[in-house]
Structures are given as C-alpha cells and as structure tokens.
T-cell receptor
Framework: KQEVTQIPAALSVPEGENLVLNCSFT??????LQWFRQDPGKGLTSLLL?????REQTSGRLNASLDKSSGRSTLYIAASQPGDSATYLC???????????FGAGTQVVVTP | SAVISQKPSRDICQRGTSLTIQCQVD?????MFWYRQQPGQSLTLIAT?????????ESGFVIDKFPISRPNLTFSTLTVSNMSPEDSSIYLC??????????FGSGTQLSVL
C-alpha cells in the first residue's frame, strides 16, 4: 500500500527566506504527484502537478521536483511572503483514475 | 479549471441524524470524488462517484453509512448517516479536469454532538 510522508510537519520562517518542503512515498510506481495548498475554510488549491515522466514543474515562485526512483518530491517556494502561510499537502496518484493518497501536510507560517 | 460549489459549508448535528452534502460543478465531469479529513489528519478518500453507476467505496467505508448519488455529470451528494461524534470531520468533494488536475470544493465542516 502506498504511504506518503511529509517532513517537516510544521515550519516557521521569516519573510524573504526560501521554503523547502519534502514529500516521500513508498511505491515508486506512481501516475503523477500533486502539491496542494490548504487554507482554512477554503478547501484545497492545486499548485503543481508533475507527471511520472517529468522531473520538475515550475510556476512563478514555486518549483517542485520529482525523483521516482528514490520516492521523493520537494517543493521549493522562493522569497516567502506572509501570504504563503498555509498547509501544504503532497498527494500521489497511483493509477489514472484520479484517486489520491495524501500526506499529512506541512503547516507553514511566514512571519513579517 | 473547474469551479465547485459545496453546501453546506458547516453544520452542527445531533447524534443519530443524517446530513446530505451537495457538490455542484460548473462543467461536466466524468468522475467525482468524496474525501474526509478528520481533525488533525490528512485527507482520506471515501468513494468515487461516476454518473450512471454505483459509487465505488474505499476500504473502511460502506454505502449504508455514506450513500452517494450522482444523477448527472455536474452534481453529486454524499449523505453521512446515523451520525456519531466520530463522524466530525471536514468532507470535501473533488473533480478532475482534462489536464488531470484535481479541484476541490471548499469543504463541509461537520460537528456531531
């Protein structure tokens, strides 16, 4: 059974620092991996989707890498801002049917 | 991208009652998913709802407890039946677009007394 782990569970940084969030998964046979942001009362927002054949995806200040062989993905957020404060979730899709296995999340606080 | 409207946003219910959560999408989608997020936990998939067929439930979830309807390609409901305090969670619906990104509703915060 696929297990997804996120480290650290919580992270607090001053504004302007770069954020590094880690996600690991036990079964390398994945279809894709997605990073989400969760804000209280607002559900989840998809940030980046990396297909299994890709090694990274970028969107603005966000960059996510994927190393299937080692079962790892890393989300980098450059020049953090207080608005980046949220819980970040990593989710793995193991087939093409859209079912996701989520990690427990990393709660990020960016202080002004 | 898909825009999902989920209702109610929150509710407080008595033990033994049932609550139906609605999920409306602004475009036709083949598959809709229902997730549960228990306090302090991550999301767990309850079931996959396809239009015109019975929902497919994940291990640990049964139709009698979480009946799902999917009458058309833009709408689905999840009912939490015979509720107990252990059912207190956030329930979220999700859909997948053609680019295989998943979109989530804003969630239903359920508290059972």
């Amino acid at each position: 059974k696929q297990e997804v782990t996120q480290i650290p569970a919580a992270l607090s940084v001053p504004e302007g620092e770069n954020l590094v969030l880690n996600c690991s998964f036990t079964d390398s046979a994945i279809y894709n991996l997605q990073w989400f942001r969760q804000d209280p009362g607002k559900g989840l927002t998809s940030l980046l989707l990396i297909q299994s054949s890709q090694r990274e995806q970028t969107s603005g200040r966000l960059n996510a890498s994927l190393d299937k062989s080692s079962g790892r993905s890393t989300l980098y957020i450059a020049a953090s801002q207080p608005g980046d404060s949220a819980t970040y979730l990593c989710a793995v899709e193991t087939d093409s049917w859209g079912k996701l296995q989520f990690g427990a999340g990393t709660q990020v606080v960016v202080t002004p | 991208s898909a825009v999902i409207s989920q209702k109610p946003s929150r509710d407080i219910c008595q033990r033994g009652t049932s609550l139906t959560i609605q999920c409306q999408v602004d475009s036709q989608v083949t598959m809709m998913f229902w997730y549960r997020q228990q306090p302090g936990q991550s999301l767990t998939l309850i079931a996959t709802a396809n239009q015109g067929s019975e929902a497919t439930y994940e291990s640990g979830f049964v139709i009698d407890k979480f009946p799902i309807s999917r009458p058309n390609l833009t709408f689905s409901t999840l009912t939490v039946s015979n509720m107990s305090p252990e059912d207190s969670s956030i329930y979220l619906c999700s859909v997948r677009d053609l680019a295989e990104k998943l979109f989530f509703g804003s969630g239903t915060q359920l508290s059972v007394l």
